[in-house]
């Protein structure tokens, strides 16, 4: 009992010692007396004025509390008049007895009316540089080699602080302001304002934070707000805000359609004992856009890693793209382009991304893949995506509506942009270069193996289906090897090589086609089937240019090609030659006839030197007739001069079905020239008569002039031959 007295009188004495001593510092010290030693210090430290012209207010028990009015810092040298900082006021009070118990009770911290004046000079200069902590110069005392001692974990953990409360903070009436003053721009934060309510260390509480930001170049309004519940807990190395909700809205140039509306909400904790973060319950919207999602981080101190996974709901883009200040778009198809949605599971690192897993639905076109991009310095990416069907020619631009097509329209804006043109000019082909937009600094950079598969697609109205594209692109060299696809009851395989490693680039592309139903597939691509016959063909092609007229002009190479149990349509070489026939005898020819040519094969070769093809052999084999053909076609102007001599057969009959038999091994030339736009065909009557009249004459002669006489070698047809020409 005697022991618990005697503290109690010592405590009962510091008690009152501690109070007279608050009680004296109250009533004797006035702070003001100091605002002279306070500026002064200031001055000596940042070379600046400090300016307090209002009263200084303390409190001593049981708050130790100082209140301040208007307090302004001065700027800089060299930068403008305007005061760096200024407080209307500022409020802040500590409580003392639970000091002793090593916890910190702070009351409401109160800084209404502060105003920060931020300047930026040339070179980079700043107004707010010179208040940082100063570089210590160097010492040239050797620093001894050891590790500075650590302090006990007890002893570390006797000054820890026990608790630390805050009974709220508010900041009212605030204003940021950033000027460059080389280049006349600011950006100013403006009714900058915080409220926060008991702040308590390992316990939740409420937060909110907004202002007003306005930029100059480009201009820019808008207002952003923070919402939240966090919680601080040093001791446990947990952080996290919970129902954090931000919104920015907003208008300006440099805006998305002038405007934005923005809301993210979320819940986020960081475990920096353990490294993890946890970002979950993620909604943003935007401009009719919702993602939701979460997000999972591992070793965030160390080596950042991070998984997470965002859906995408369903979303109309055309109304998107107007909403972002696009112009509408308008696709050949109404319907198409008006849904889009996708779910996702990616991946990342402290230098790579990956996208593990993709489902996008667009329309009525899935779309599923992966993808990885490793060193994003020099990003090397792979990637693997498949399409179910998609129809591309529902995407692309809509026709006119005058009636003409989009091809016809761009002709006649060709035409009319240069009436002065001749007609041979205009009747042959585009000479104009067309430059090819080649990214070639992008292209020779590139790291990229992929594939592409893709079920069926329709694109400029040709049918594919189970289509594979292998992409690989290193160095400059750019491979699509291989290309297949199936396609009209036949299949395509090919290779494509682009070269950009030189100056100008370079491309070789390989082809086979095998059993391919011509006819449906021109039909399909131009809406006529000028040509029908199952296919089969090859070719090794190269070129290089830096435009389309070059690539058509640097063109060499070779190919074959072969027709089966197909038609010409647009000429009936037959018909032509038995309407001349019955013409020149008087008759009417039989208008009921199909105008085309039916053969049994079709095929050839051809050279291909500078963009001119070459082809000699042509061979067609018809029920009427045999077919040889030769000449060329003259890629970079569009134009043909081809020779095409048709041998009739004894099968060829007149208009009333009789057999036209004085034609029978009769060749007939027909001249195909024009461009590939409007070919004409010619049939030379006059050389028909002639060779006529040539076999007659050389059997006659043959018969009577060398009968029972040997021509020595002489052969009387070609010496007879030779007269007619």
Known sequence: MRALKIILIICCILIILVGGTMAALFFLVDPNDYKEDIAAAVKKQTGRELTIPGDINMSVFPWLGLELGRVSLGNAPAFSDKMFAEIDKAQIRIKLLPLLHKEIRIGTIVLDGFRLNLEKGPQGTTNWSDLGTKDTPPSDKPVPDQQPQQAPDAQRKGLALAALTIDGVRITNGQITLHDLVNKVSTKLTNVEMSADHITLGSPFDLFFAFDVQMSEPQLTARITF???????????????????????????????????????????????????????????????????????????????LKGDLHLAPFNPKKFLTTMGLPPVQTADPTALTNLQADMNFSAGKDQAALTALTMKLDATTVQGTGQVKHFDHPAITFQVHVDTINVDRYLVAAPDDGTSESDAAQSNRQASSPSRSSKTAT?????????????????????????????????????????????????????????????????????????????????????????????????????????????SSGSLSTSGMSVNELKAGLNGKMAFEFKDG???????????????????????????????????????????????????????????????????????????????????????????????????????????????????????????????????????????????????????????????
């Open 428 to 536: 042959s082909t585009q000479t104009e270069v067309v430059p090819i937009p080649l990214p070639l600094d992008t292209l020779r950079n590139l790291d990229v193996n992929g594939k592409l598969t893709m079920d069926t697609i329709t694109v400029n109205k040709l049918n594919l289906s189970s289509l594979l594209v292998q992409l690989v692109a290193k160095q400059g060299l750019i491979t699509m090897d291989p290309i297949a696809a199936n396609l009209y009851e036949g299949t395509f395989d090919g290779t494509t090589v682009l070269d950009v490693r030189g100056k100008t680039p370079k491309m070789h592309v390989t082809h086979r086609i095998s059993s391919i139903q011509m006819g449906p597939l021109l039909k399909d691509m131009t809406g006529k089937d000028t040509l029908t016959g199952t296919t089969m």
């Open 227 to 305: 919402k939240g519940t966090p919680l601080v807990d040093p001791q446990s190395g947990t952080y996290s805000v919970s129902a954090a909700a931000l919104n920015m809205s907003g208008t300006g140039q440099a805006l998305p359609g002038g405007k934005l509306d923005l809301d993210l909400t979320m819940d986020m904790a960081a475990d920096l004992r353990q490294e993890t973060l946890t970002i979950s319950h993620i909604q943003l919207s935007s401009h009719g856009l919702q993602l939701t999602g979460a997000i999972n981080g591992q070793t965030i101190l160390a080596e950042p890693r």
């Open 567 to 725: 038609a010409i349509k647009g000429i009936n070489l037959p018909k032509m030659i038995r309407d001349a026939v019955t013409r020149i005898k008087g008759g009417t020819p039989d208008p009921s006839d199909v105008n085309q040519t039916d053969f049994a094969s079709l095929g050839g070769t051809a050279t291909i030197t500078r963009g001119i093809v070459d082809n000699r052999d042509l061979l067609m084999m018809s029920p009427l007739m045999r077919v040889n053909g030769s000449g060329t076609f003259d890629l970079p102007r569009e134009g043909m001069d081809y020779l095409l001599k048709a041998t009739i057969v004894s099968s060829l009959k007149g208009q009333q079905g009789e057999p036209l038999a004085e034609l029978a091994g009769l060749t007939v030339p027909v001249r195909i020239s024009g461009t590939f736009a409007k070919p004409s065909f010619r049939l030379d009557i006059g050389s028909l008569l002639r060779d006529k009249g040539l076999q007659e004459l050389k059997e006659k002669a043959t018969e009577k002039l060398f009968k029972d006489k040997k021509p020595g070698g002489i052969d009387p047809g070609k010496v007879l031959e030779g007269l007619f020409k």
